[in-house]
Antibody
Framework: QLQLQESGPGLVKPSETLSLTCTVS??????????WGWIRQPPGKGLEWIGS???????YYNPSLKSRVTISVDTSKNQFSLKLSSVTAADTAVYYC????????????WGQGTLVTVSS | QSVLTQAPSASGTPGQRVTISCSGS????????VNWYQQLPGTAPKLLIY???QRPSGVPDRFSGSKSGTSASLAISGLQSEDEADYYC???????????FGGGTKLTVL
C-alpha cells in the first residue's frame, strides 16, 4: 500500500523559506504514470494546488505561487520536496503531498498533511 | 476565490439522495474530466470519483458522478451519517496547466 508522509518545521518566521519533504513508501517515485504534487489548505478554507513534479524533474507550478515555489525530487531517497520563499501569514496552512495521475490529473494517494504556521 | 464554483453547504436526512453541483468553464470542466474528493473532519482529502464517474476501489456505489458541458454533479444516495463531510470537485485547467479545485461543499446529515 502506497504511503506518503510529510515532514518539516511546523513554524516558520515571516519572510523566511518554508521547506517540506514528502517521503514515499510502498511504491517507486520513478513511475512513469504519475506526477507528485503539493496541495495546501488554509485553516477553515478550501484546497489549493501548489505544484507538481515528475520523477525526471519536470515541474508544473500554480501561476499564483510560481515566483516563490521550488519543487524538487530525489529518486534515490524516494522523496520530493517543497520550498516556498518569502512566506507571510497568508501561507499558514495544512500542506499535503499527494500522487497525481498523468492522464486525468486526479490525486489518488494523499499524505496525512502537516500544519505550517507562519508567525514571528 | 476558487476557480470552480460550489455551493458552500448542503444537507439531507438519512436515506435521502443529495446532489452537490460544481460549475466551471471551457478551460477546465468543459474540456477535461472531473474528480471529486471527500474530506472527513480533521483528515486528508480522499479520492471519491475520478474521470467524471469512476469510483476507486472501496468507494460505495452510493456515490456517483456526472458531467454536462461546464458543470458536474456528485450524487449520494441512501445518505448515511458517516457521509457528513466536505466535498470538493476538481479538474485540470488548460489555462493554468494544473488542477483547480472548487471551494468545497459542507454536507450535513440532519
Amino acid at each position: 500500500q502506497l504511503q506518503l508522509q510529510e515532514s518539516g518545521p511546523g513554524l516558520v518566521k515571516p519572510s523566511e523559506t518554508l521547506s517540506l519533504t514528502c517521503t514515499v513508501s510502498g511504491g517507486s517515485i520513478s513511475s512513469s504514470t504519475y506526477y507528485w504534487g503539493w496541495i495546501r489548505q488554509p485553516p477553515g478554507k478550501g484546497l489549493e494546488w501548489i505544484g507538481s513534479i515528475y520523477y525526471s524533474g519536470n515541474t508544473y507550478y500554480n501561476p499564483s505561487l510560481k515566483s516563490r515555489v521550488t519543487i524538487s525530487v530525489d529518486t534515490s531517497k524516494n522523496q520530493f520536496s517543497l520550498k516556498l520563499s518569502s512566506v507571510t501569514a497568508a501561507d499558514t496552512a495544512v500542506y499535503y503531498c499527494a500522487r497525481m495521475t498523468t492522464v486525468t490529473g486526479h490525486f489518488d494517494y494523499w499524505g496525512q498533511g502537516t500544519l505550517v504556521t507562519v508567525s514571528s | 476565490q476558487s476557480v470552480l464554483t460550489q455551493a458552500p453547504s448542503a444537507s439531507g436526512t438519512p436515506g435521502q439522495r443529495v446532489t452537490i453541483s460544481c460549475s466551471g468553464s471551457s478551460s477546465n470542466i468543459g474540456s477535461n474530466t472531473v474528480n471529486w474528493y471527500q474530506q472527513l473532519p480533521g483528515t486528508a482529502p480522499k479520492l471519491l470519483i475520478y474521470g467524471n464517474n469512476q469510483r476507486p476501489s472501496g468507494v460505495p456505489d452510493r456515490f456517483s458522478g456526472s458531467k454536462s458541458g461546464t458543470s458536474a454533479s456528485l450524487a449520494i444516495s441512501g445518505l448515511q451519517s458517516e457521509d457528513e463531510a466536505d466535498y470538493y470537485c476538481a479538474a485540470w485547467d488548460d489555462s493554468l496547466s494544473g488542477p483547480v479545485f472548487g471551494g468545497g461543499t459542507k454536507l450535513t446529515v440532519l
